[in-house]
């Protein structure tokens, strides 16, 4: 699953269940967004068709 959230605080303090958790990356929206539409980078991610799409139009929304 991908969860996306908007997150001020100190990443160092974040804490992870690693019995739950594989791997927990941050990136900009604008490098995910990049990463999305470009093919060679886009397979770093588990495939969801258009929904990351979706996803980073919504949040601009949001932030406007």
């Not at 019995?19 to 588990?46: C, G, H, R, W």
Request: charged share 35%.
């Amino acid at each position: 699953h991908v969860y996306l959230w908007r997150f001020d605080g100190n990443a160092s303090k974040f804490k992870l269940q690693k019995d739950e958790v594989e791997q927990v990356e941050f990136v900009s929206l604008e490098k995910f967004q990049a990463d999305i539409t470009n093919p060679k980078t886009y397979k770093n991610y588990v495939p969801h068709g258009r929904y990351f799409l979706d996803i980073v139009k919504t949040i601009r929304k949001e932030l406007k």
